[in-house]
């Protein structure tokens, strides 16, 4: 089933702007161009290049943290950084984001990275939260009360998901994380030697 499949019908430019929103794989590969782009671009100044690779740092353990915890569609993760908040994989990709447009002093990116922001992440959680919804039911509603969608609250209690510890065999295969680090840090040292 195609992630457009219960909305509306659309037509012409508007399906093409829909399908384009709700594409996993377009979000994916936009993100990973933006990184590469500004760090290739880049005009780091000393302070904002620190800063900057200091945020990107914390999104990428995010990233780590959460990766680790997660076992897609077969159980709700709500411990780890799933007890914070709802989607801690996009908090740690803001973060990069946030990291490299800063690091990289390109005004211009902050404007690309919220129009990319804008463009992916609400349909991406409305989707993802009604899709946890369909798998997990109660258990996700209880969790979801308690745990705001991106911003961070203090865990209540663990409302029956799943209790995991981080696993490094997870964070590698579910999601390929230790190549995005990879990736990332190569895109810093070419902001750094810019």
């Known amino acids: 089933?195609?992630?457009?499949?219960?909305?509306?019908?659309?037509?012409?430019?508007?399906k093409i702007i829909r399908n384009l929103r709700y594409h996993e794989a377009s979000r994916q590969w936009f993100a990973v161009l933006f990184v590469l782009l500004v760090s290739i671009m880049g005009e780091p100044q000393p302070i904002m290049l620190?800063?900057?690779t200091g945020i990107a740092a914390v999104g990428t353990l995010i990233r780590l943290w959460a990766s680790g915890h997660v076992m897609k569609n077969k159980e709700l993760a709500t411990d780890g950084p799933y007890a914070?908040?709802?989607h801690p994989l996009y908090v740690g990709n803001i973060l990069l984001l946030v990291g490299f447009s800063m690091a990289s002093s390109l005004w211009w990116s902050y404007l690309l990275m919220v129009a990319l922001l804008l463009?992916?992440?609400?349909?991406?959680?409305?989707?993802?939260?009604?899709?946890?919804?369909d798998f997990f039911g109660e258990s996700w509603e209880a969790w979801s009360k308690t745990t705001h969608a991106l911003i961070p609250t203090l865990p209540k209690r663990t409302t029956g998901g799943g209790q995991s510890?981080?696993?490094?065999?997870?964070s590698l295969v579910q999601n390929g994380e230790p190549i995005i680090v990879a990736y990332l840090i190569g895109c810093l040292y070419l902001l750094y030697n810019s």
């Open 1 to 14: 089933m195609a992630r457009t499949d219960s909305l509306p019908e659309a037509h012409g430019i508007q």
């Open 50 to 52: 620190y800063i900057g």
């Open 84 to 86: 914070f908040v709802r």
């Open 119 to 133: 463009f992916y992440y609400p349909p991406t959680i409305a989707y993802e939260d009604a899709k946890l919804h």
């Open 165 to 170: 510890s981080w696993s490094f065999k997870k």
